[in-house]
């Protein structure tokens, strides 16, 4: 069986970098359309596509920054809560929202739908890190607020699956404990 010690060492290696170190520069139009092709071949029963891709470029995540700050305001939320989820927009200098759009189908339940839309997420990322910039996938409560959501520009039947931030990375981030696989693996004999 082929097997590829390059890529088993990237994913075995494989470490999101946190968004706060992501700076210029970013890749650029053709850079990122190449990436957006790797993350699209993901599972996809029935090729419904059930996702999309919102770009917010560094003005449009400053812009969004700004948006989240206000939003928390109305909703009262923690002040220290609050500047954390507007900082992770306006000092990032791409975001890719990956956009859960479901499409009606009586083959494909909506579940194997969200599961494809998350594993455009993973792709992004990996493809990203592949490619040597640094990124990682965030959600928080802007993902799940309806007004923030308007402001991307979703449909009401859509939802958000992912910020993906993608920069420049100075520094690689300590190792951390990974998951103990024997205590998580039951194997079937027969």
């Not at 010690?5 to 700076?23: C, G, I, T």
């Not at 989820?85 to 499409?103: D, H, N």
């Not at 839309?117 to 996938?137: E, K, T």
């Not at 100075?170 to 190792?175: F, G, H, K, L, Q």
Request: charged share 20%.
């Amino acid at each position: 069986m082929p097997y590829s010690h390059d890529v088993m060492e990237f994913l075995l290696a494989r470490r999101s970098r946190p968004a706060k170190m992501l700076q210029t520069p970013v890749p650029d139009g053709a850079e990122l359309d190449l990436l957006l092709t790797a993350a699209a071949r993901v599972p996809d029963h029935g090729k419904l596509e059930p996702w999309r891709f919102v770009v917010l470029e560094e003005a449009a995540c400053a812009r969004m920054g700004h948006e989240i700050t206000a939003r928390a305001a109305a909703l009262g939320l923690e002040p220290e809560k609050a500047a954390k989820s507007a900082a992770s927009f306006a000092e990032s200098p791409l975001i890719v929202t990956v956009v859960a759009s479901p499409k009606p189908s009586e083959k494909i339940p909506e579940l194997e739908q969200t599961l494809s839309a998350g594993a455009v997420c993973l792709s992004l990322v990996n493809a990203a890190l592949a490619s040597g910039w640094g990124a990682c996938w965030l959600s928080g409560w802007p993902a799940y607020d309806d007004q923030i959501q308007r402001a991307l520009g979703l449909a009401p039947q859509e939802w958000i699956a992912g910020f993906i931030h993608i920069g420049t990375s100075a520094a690689t981030p300590p190792e951390r404990p990974r998951p103990d696989i024997a205590a998580l693996t039951t194997r079937l004999q027969s």
